[in-house]
């Protein structure tokens, strides 16, 4: 079991293949993203073959736990993920010159003698995390009324219906109709509102 990713070709013959177990705790390879929590270590199989000019095909399997908080039901809940990756290393004969453009391409350069996959694996990795993270598919979020939680009970609330009425309202081929009810309603409890307030100021004076 190896617990880095940095491995040492001088180990292997040309045309060998060598499989590594490895076993990573997150922050050695700067697994740190906000509101993430990585839980276990990330685990994994690396497989190496050297071959050519010292060539080096890498394929990795890596997997890891973390915990975060649901969107909709605002409950922390554990997930697991997992990535495959592959990568190709040439020795460098130019090693003054910078590479980096070569990341994203799986073609990277090494000294001919150890190269590092740390930046690879948490690259394969981070993109692996949901976006918009849910404890389940099915989960039903929290009442928007009264807060419940409602993967673990219902709630009496009646106003989810009222605003599902609402919408169906907009949809109706009488919507217009229905909309000049609606402001008439208002108009007439605004009018007898302000007589009240006549009135009441009248009794005051
Ligand atoms: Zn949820
Ligand atoms: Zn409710």
Same mark, same amino acid.
Request: glycine share 6%; aromatic share 14%; net charge negative.
């Given at each position: 079991?190896?617990?880095?990713?940095?491995?040492?070709?001088?180990?292997?013959?040309?045309?060998?293949?060598? @499989?590594?177990?490895?076993e990573i705790p997150p922050s050695r390879i700067q697994l740190e993203i906000d509101d993430v929590e990585f839980i276990d270590q990330v685990c994994g199989s690396v497989h190496l073959l050297r071959h050519g000019d010292n060539d080096v095909y890498v394929k990795a399997d890596v997997s890891t736990e973390i915990e975060m908080q649901c969107g909709k039901c605002l409950e922390m809940f554990t997930n697991n993920i997992a990535a495959t990756f592959e990568v190709q290393f040439t020795p460098d004969s130019n090693p003054e010159?910078?590479?980096?453009?070569?990341?994203?391409?799986?073609?990277?350069?090494?000294?001919? @003698?150890?190269?590092?996959i740390s930046e690879d694996t948490r690259r394969a990795l981070v993109i692996q995390i949901p976006v918009w993270p849910l404890c389940s598919q099915m989960c039903e979020g929290?009442?928007?009324?009264?807060?419940?939680?409602l993967n673990d009970e219902i709630c009496s609330c009646e106003g989810t219906e009222d605003a599902e009425g609402n919408v169906s309202d907009v949809s109706s081929p009488f919507a217009d109709l229905s909309q000049m009810i609606e402001t008439a309603k208002l108009e007439n409890q605004n009018k007898s509102s302000n007589s009240k307030e006549r009135f009441s100021k009248n009794g005051s004076s």
């Open positions: 079991m190896k617990d880095t990713l940095i491995f040492d070709v001088r180990n292997i013959k040309d045309w060998d293949f060598n @499989e590594y177990e490895v010159e910078e590479h980096s453009e070569e990341i994203d391409e799986g073609e990277r350069y090494y000294d001919g @003698e150890t190269f590092d929290l009442c928007q009324n009264c807060g419940t939680n």
